[in-house]
């Protein structure tokens, strides 16, 4: 069945960048869309933005723009994505997501589990 | 931005009784066109990601039991457990896909009397 798989827990010092990832199986990664979604402890989901498994074209977030890359390696069916400049607000878990298209924006049908990122110094 | 509020921002029932929780938008979500709602639901556990409960506003996820159900249209959506189940203990979010940035509600806790 879909999956999506993420890389571990991070710890980071205050300015540092950290890179996310997650591998997708059990559907064709070109046809969907992998999106990003942070949760603060004990706080909502935000949505960080997404990209095409088939185009590589990427839609992010304001806040995040000029600090965020998401990359897909197509060859290995995984996305990446890379937070830099990172400050304690920051610390956060990293959902990566398989988007189902409307046509306008996406659902996110398939989640991974989540990766911890702690920014401290 | 589109922003959703949900209420309430928490409720405790008994097993087996309904649980509705609402979400408002901000401004429509749904393309009368076409009776397209751009609405979805997610039931968060502790410690777990997020699961789809419910897409375009009413269609239930892959192996989403039938006690979940959504309706609503425009600006004013509703999530419905049927029958409270002890698994159902969780955090629910509606999310809207009508426009970027995607926005999410603040989240219903639900928990058992």
């Known amino acids: 069945q879909a999956q999506v798989v993420q890389s571990g827990t991070e710890v980071k010092r205050p300015g540092a960048s950290v890179k996310v990832s997650c591998k997708a199986s059990g559907f064709p990664f070109s046809a969907y869309h992998i999106v990003w979604v942070r949760q603060a402890p004990g706080q909502g989901l935000e949505w960080m933005g997404w990209i095409s498994g088939y185009s590589g074209n990427t839609n992010s977030a304001q806040k995040f723009r000029g600090r965020v890359t998401m990359l897909t390696d197509t060859s290995t069916a995984t996305a990446y994505m890379e937070l830099r400049s990172l400050e304690s607000d920051d610390t956060a878990t990293y959902f990566c997501?398989?988007?189902?298209?409307?046509?306008?924006?996406?659902?996110?049908?398939?989640w991974g589990q989540g990766t911890l990122i702690v920014v401290s110094s | 931005d589109i922003v959703l509020t949900q209420s309430p921002e928490s409720l405790a029932l008994s097993l087996g009784e309904r649980a509705t929780i609402n979400c408002k938008s901000s401004?429509?979500?749904?393309?009368?066109?076409?009776?397209?709602?751009?609405l979805a639901w997610y039931q968060q556990k502790p410690g777990q990601p997020p699961k789809l409960l419910i897409y375009?506003?009413?269609a239930r996820g892959s192996e989403v039991p039938e006690r979940f159900s959504g309706s609503g249209s425009g600006t004013d959506f509703t999530l419905t457990i049927s029958s409270l189940q002890a698994e159902d203990v969780a955090v629910y979010f509606c999310?809207?896909?009508?426009?970027?940035?995607?926005?999410f509600g603040q989240g219903t806790k639900v928990e058992i009397k």
């Open positions: 375009w506003a009413s």
């Open positions: 401004q429509s979500v749904s393309y009368s066109s076409t009776n397209q709602n751009f």
């Open positions: 999310q809207q896909y009508y426009d970027t940035p995607v926005t």
């Open positions: 997501a398989r988007g189902a298209s409307s046509g306008r924006g996406l659902w996110f049908d398939t």
